[in-house]
Nanobody
Framework: QVQLVESGGGLVQPGGSLRLSCAAS????????MFWYRQSPGKQREWVAQ???????ALADSVKDRFSISRDNTKNTLYLQMNNLTPEDTAVYYC??????????WGQGTQVTVSS
């Protein structure tokens, strides 16, 4: 059974940093494209970042100069490093992956609040 468990969210002041983690089980993060999405109140869930199975990263324009995506294959964990956070980054952040058969998996999400 696949599980994606996010952690690392919290309250941070504007300009601060957080690192989100997504611990995976039942799926090997190095073998699949892995994604981060976020959802703010009243808005649709939006794509934030992805990393392919050959370690090619891609980030949304709104975050590409401030966020980075990586993974630790030894820990089977995906990360999202977020720097210079702004109130517009406030959202629930989700880890997402698909199996090779197309089954979708979402984590439970971790809340990030950027506020002074």
């Amino acid at each position: 059974q696949v599980q994606l468990v996010e952690s690392g969210g919290g309250l941070v002041q504007p300009g601060g940093s957080l690192r989100l983690s997504c611990a995976a089980s039942g799926i090997i993060v190095s073998s699949r494209p892995m994604f981060w999405y976020r959802q703010s109140p009243g808005k649709q869930r939006e794509w934030v970042a992805q990393i392919t199975d050959v370690d090619t990263p891609a980030l949304a324009d709104s975050v590409k100069d401030r966020f980075s995506i990586s993974r630790d294959n030894t820990k089977n964990t995906l990360y999202l490093q977020m720097n210079n956070l702004t109130p517009e980054d406030t959202a629930v952040y989700y880890c997402y992956a698909t199996s090779r058969f197309g089954t979708e998996y979402w984590g439970q999400g971790t809340q990030v609040t950027v506020s002074s």
